[in-house]
Each structure stands twice: as structure tokens, then as C-alpha cells.
């Protein structure tokens, strides 16, 4: 069965400090990328996705995530954050013909101190 | 664009009843919905996956005789959790994705948070 991995369970970073977060899958075929974000209180929110095309790609507010194919990996950036990051960001994926079923990652919390 | 609504968002019951959860695509058509249930402090995991005018397709593990899910219409699905217990408490998420070739995203709704005492 297919899963995600994400490394960071927690995440505490100051305000401009630039944000990696780590997302492994395991499914070798075709797949569909994304990341989430779960503002406090709020619903999931998509922030960037990746079907094909440019492996580098680019989201809303900033983000970034980069596919390699290589290492079934999809790591979202962040060059400098603010305190209003502080989230929860799950990594999710599915697979090409499983339609549209997605599979989550644990989540990572972040935390930025203003 | 792309609003997701659940309804109620929270709400409390006795162990033993049903408990009825709505979710409707508000400004987009959906042949497919999915159901999801959050523990605190843990991921999303899949329940179901609802398809209009068809049975839903469960994944392992999930009793689809407990949570019963129909999806009547291109915009609405609900779960019914049937004879509700304390172990049923969760935060249950629904997503629906757009009637378009191709179009992979979801779009989710705010949740519903079920507490049964």
C-alpha cells in the first residue's frame, strides 16, 4: 500500500528564517503531489499540487515544492516565514488511476515566533 | 470559487444514536466526494469515497454498515454515523472534487466535529 512520510513532526522557526519541510511517498508509478495547509481553526487549504510538467512549482503565499522523481520526494520551501505560517502542513498524495483518492502524511506543525 | 460547506460543525449526542453529517459543493458540481475522520494531532484519513448515483467504496477497516454515506446529488453527500459510541468521537472531513476531465484537486470542506458522550 501506498504511504507518506513526513519527517518533521514539529517545527519552531523565527520569523525570516527560510522553511524545508520533508515529504516522502512510496509509490512508483504515476502520482499526483500535493500540499495542505490547516490554519488554527481553519479548513485544509490547497497550497500547491503536481501533476506534470515543471517539477519546481510554485504555490500560494510564497511556497514553493520541488519534485524528484528519484528520491519519491516533494519538499515544500519557503525562502523567509512569517508568524502567520504557523500551521499544520500535510503532504498528500494519489495515485494516477485511483481516482483521486488521497493519501496524507502525518503532518507537520510549524510554529514561527514573531 | 470552489466552496465546500458541512453541516452541522459540531455537534454532541448520546451513545446509541445516529448522527447525520452533510456536505455540499456550493459553487461547483461533484461526481465524487470523500469522507475523512481526524484524531487530534493526526492526519487525515480516508473513510470513503462517495460517488454520485453509486455505492461508495470503503477503505479497509471501515464498517460501511456504521457509517453509511449517500451522495443524491452532484452537490451533496452525507455520512450517517449509525449507533454512535464514545470511540466514534472525531473530527470528520469531507472533500469534493470538481466535475472536470482531468481535474485531480480536492476541496475541503471545514469539518465536523462529533462528540458522543
Known amino acids: 500500500a501506498q504511504s507518506v512520510s513526513q519527517h518533521n513532526h514539529h517545527v519552531i522557526l523565527s520569523e525570516a528564517a527560510s522553511l524545508e519541510l520533508g515529504c516522502n511517498y512510496s509509490y512508483g508509478g504515476t502520482v499526483n503531489l500535493f500540499w495542505y495547509v490547516q490554519y488554527p481553526g481553519q479548513h485544509l487549504q490547497l497550497l500547491l499540487k503536481y501533476f506534470s510538467g515543471d517539477p519546481l512549482v510554485k504555490g500560494i503565499k510564497g511556497f514553493e515544492a520541488e519534485f524528484i522523481k528519484s528520491k519519491f520526494s516533494f519538499n515544500l520551501r519557503k525562502p523567509s516565514v512569517q508568524w502567520s505560517d504557523t500551521a499544520e502542513y500535510f503532504c498528500?498524495?494519489?495515485?494516477?488511476?485511483?481516482?483521486?483518492?488521497?493519501?496524507f502524511g502525518q503532518g507537520t506543525e510549524l510554529s514561527v515566533k514573531p | 470559487g470552489a466552496v465546500v460547506s458541512q453541516h452541522p460543525s459540531r455537534v454532541i449526542c448520546k451513545s446509541g444514536t445516529s448522527v447525520k453529517i452533510e456536505c455540499r459543493s456550493l459553487?461547483?458540481?461533484?461526481?465524487?466526494m470523500f469522507w475523512y475522520r481526524q484524531f487530534p494531532k493526526q492526519s487525515l484519513m480516508l473513510m470513503a469515497t462517495s460517488n454520485e448515483g453509486s455505492k461508495a467504496t470503503y477503505e479497509q477497516g471501515v464498517e460501511k454498515d456504521k457509517f453509511l454515506i449517500n451522495h443524491a446529488s452532484l452537490t451533496l453527500s452525507t455520512l450517517t454515523v449509525t449507533s454512535a459510541h464514545p470511540e466514534d468521537s472525531s473530527f470528520y472531513i469531507c472533500s469534493a472534487r470538481p466535475l472536470a476531465v482531468q481535474q485531480e484537486t480536492q476541496y475541503f470542506g471545514p469539518g465536523t466535529r462529533l462528540l458522543v458522550l
Open positions: 498528500a498524495v494519489s495515485e494516477g488511476n485511483q481516482g483521486g483518492k488521497l493519501i
Open positions: 459553487d461547483f458540481q461533484a461526481t465524487t
